[in-house]
């Protein structure tokens, strides 16, 4: 056996401290993963997750500049729900709420899944159009929705005025099995299933650089030092444009500043979800009893975390008129996230133009009741290259022109 003087032993010592590695062993090789996610939000942990569970790809790691779910994921107000009118959206959309109904089970957490039901009021002649339409889509897609009279929602939500000071409730687009979920836990959940197949989630480890030579992705630079993989996921929804020109590419994605409140707890009063677009606001009750409230985005471009004022006058003004009893609430908490809006309001799961770089964005101000169906078809995307729930989603519908315009219900709804 070889004998290393006390002085040697100490130098090794101060080397292997310093970062160095161990000297005196040949250095380890450097690790490559097959699969490395940028962003610990529930998508991209989502998407790690079943590229592990589904398809067997487990030496991955999930890089996250800040904390499990510190971005949007952790600070959305949590409306789960899949009428949307486009049959693309509603296959991935529903394929998300029915991984919703069995998620506690699947990954052995509890996620307190809630399917209280979720209604959209129509205030206008042309909302009750468009939604008696989605309702009709929604029909042929196999998703289960009704349009439901004004009676039916006052029976529904007892503490909602109809007859409203400036629009009154005219119906409403009803999802019975919509609903709620805890949004930490998902990411939670998600995380430490990932954790237990032997993935690292490396958090404070912000990417600053992608690496990639005759086209094709190599690796990635991070405060925390350099990383190889064989792909690439980008899933950081409001830093999408950053991640993209690290890259070296564009995306037609803009980050905007939105915003929600949480009032003190009151008793139960009300056991559905309420989202009513015409005034711009929505409401639900949390199971410690606070109203959880929720607007529109700021009308323009930021990245900061909270929203702007008129926004939420705006919104407490509409959810005040629709349901008077909240007017004399304190609110207990104002928060806002950063979130990533397409033009067509349909988000974005893709190649891109370097190979083997996979990209998930543009889920603008709906994407936590998409968590699991976006994974589940982003982990098919990059470990075979194609998914039928991605098809219509990819790039080139921005050059082709193929939108998905989901703008009545995307556009303010969450
Ligand atoms: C106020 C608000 C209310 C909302 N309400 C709803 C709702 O009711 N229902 C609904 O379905 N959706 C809602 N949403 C939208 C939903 O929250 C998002 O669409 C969804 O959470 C996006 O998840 P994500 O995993 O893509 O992004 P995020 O959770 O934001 O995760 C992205 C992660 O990437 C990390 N990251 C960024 N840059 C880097 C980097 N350089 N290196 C490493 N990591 C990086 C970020 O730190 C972040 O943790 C709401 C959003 C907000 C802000």
Same mark, same amino acid.
Request: aromatic content about 8%; overall charge positive.
């Given at each position: ?44 942990? @989502?998407? +790690?997750? /079943? ?5 067997? *790809?487990?030496?991955?790691?999930? %890089? ?17 729900? $899949? ?7 509603? +296959? ?6 029915? =991984?919703? #109904? ?6 052995? /957490? ?16 042309? #909302? ?11 029909? *042929?897609?196999?998703? $289960?929705? #009704? ?8 029976? *529904?939500? &007892? ?10 409730? %005219? ?9 709620? +979920? ?8 998600? @995380? ?44 950081? @929804? ?8 690290? +890259? ?9 500043? %939105? ?10 009063? !009300? ?14 009750? $949390? ?15 930021? /990245? ?24 004399? =609430?304190? !609110? ?8 990533? !809006? ?10 891109? &133009? ?23 078809? !982003?982990? #098919? *995307? ?12 990819? =790039? ?19």
């Amino acid at each position: 056996m070889k004998r290393y003087s006390v002085f040697a032993v100490a130098r090794e010592a101060l080397r292997y401290h310093q970062g160095w590695g161990r000297a005196w062993k040949s250095p380890e090789p450097k690790k490559k993963y097959d699969a490395v996610i940028i962003g610990a939000g529930g998508h991209g942990l @989502a998407t +790690a997750y /079943y590229l592990g569970k589904n398809h067997g *790809l487990k030496n991955v790691a999930i %890089l996250e500049k800040g904390w499990l779910g510190g971005g949007n994921t952790g600070r959305n107000t949590t409306i789960i729900r $899949s009428n949307y009118l486009q049959d693309a959206s509603a +296959a991935i959309y529903e394929k998300a709420r029915s =991984l919703y #109904e069995t998620m506690s089970q699947d990954l052995n /957490y509890n996620v307190m899944f809630s399917p209280r039901g979720v209604m959209m009021l129509a205030q206008t002649q042309h #909302e009750i159009r468009g939604y008696k339409r989605t309702a009709q889509a929604n029909a *042929l897609q196999g998703v $289960s929705t #009704e349009f439901i009279s004004p009676e039916k929602v006052k029976s *529904l939500v &007892p503490i909602i005025n109809i007859d409203g000071p400036r629009y009154p409730v %005219l119906g409403a687009l009803w999802q019975s099995r919509g609903g709620t +979920a805890r949004h930490d836990a998902v990411a939670w959940g998600y @995380a430490r299933a990932c954790s237990d197949m032997g993935m690292d989630i490396i958090q404070q480890c912000e990417v600053t650089g992608i690496r990639h030579e005759n086209g094709q992705v190599q690796g990635v630079e991070t405060s925390k030092g350099s990383i190889d993989c064989q792909k690439l996921g980008i899933v950081v @929804a409001g830093h999408t444009g950053v991640l993209a020109d690290m +890259a070296g590419f564009r995306m037609p994605v803009e980050s905007v500043a %939105l915003q929600a409140l949480v009032s003190e707890p009151i008793k139960p009063c !009300m056991d559905v979800v309420v989202m009513a677009n015409t005034v711009h606001g929505y409401m639900s009750q $949390s199971d410690k009893g606070e109203m959880v409230i929720g607007g529109g985005a700021d009308g323009f471009n930021n /990245y900061t975390q909270r929203g702007s004022f008129h926004h939420v006058e705006e919104t407490v003004r509409a959810l005040i008129e629709t349901f008077p009893i909240i007017s004399r =609430l304190k !609110m207990l908490r104002w928060w806002g996230g950063i979130v990533d !809006m397409t033009g067509d309001r349909s988000p974005i799961l893709s190649k891109t &133009p370097v190979g083997n770089i996979f990209i998930n964005c543009g889920w603008g101000t709906g994407g936590f009741k998409a968590i699991p169906g976006s994974g589940w078809a !982003m982990a #098919e *995307l990059i470990a075979k290259g194609h998914s039928s729930l991605t098809e219509e989603f990819s =790039l080139n519908r921005f050059k082709e022109g193929k939108f998905i315009d989901e703008s009545v219900a995307a556009g303010v709804a969450h």
